[in-house]
């Protein structure tokens, strides 16, 4: 495993162009296993390939977080086939450490995605897999939870996000 920094916001890499994977292999491989050591050890239920500065689309999740071999799941080059139903999350990211909102996600969703070794599967997911799944594909498409939140509520995280750079919770981006 090569130890991963998680960027933070502000660090314009994490909404970056992330491009398709093209390329099977042992650096795929060394990314997933990092994309995973790395999320179990912030800890997060996920982690998406740009926030530790790679920027092609795959992205690792394990609602377990590290608990159950079973709840690991390896998205690359993933797509949403079709979505369903609403429900109000609380989420937060790794890349704003500490700080959490609210906003709308499906309830369930369907998932088509390549494995490490190229594969195609598909899953259909519903509630905090389901949110997962989403908050990691809004990472490849360059999607920040911030982008979520419109006016009065936008200003208000982002002053935290302020506030807690002032307070050195968390370093400003490079």
Known sequence: MTER????????????????????????????????????RAPGLGLAAPQVGVNLQVATIDVSVGKDPT????LVNPTILWSEGSVTVEEGCL???????????????RVRAQDAAGAWWE???????????????????GILIVDHLKGLKRQMFLRRVARARKLGVW???S
Do not use: K
């Open 5 to 40: 920094s998680i960027l933070i916001y502000g660090d314009p890499r994490l909404q970056g162009v992330n491009e398709p994977v093209e390329r099977f292999g042992p650096e795929l491989e060394e990314l997933v296993t990092d994309l995973f050591e790395t999320g179990w």
């Open 71 to 74: 709840a690991r799941r390896v």
């Open 95 to 109: 890349s704003f450490p500490g700080l959490y909102t609210s906003f709308v996600r499906p309830r369930r969703l």
């Open 123 to 141: 899953e259909t997911a519903s509630d905090l897999l389901a949110q997962a799944v989403c908050h990691e594909l809004d990472h490849l498409a």
């Open 171 to 173: 370093p400003r981006s």
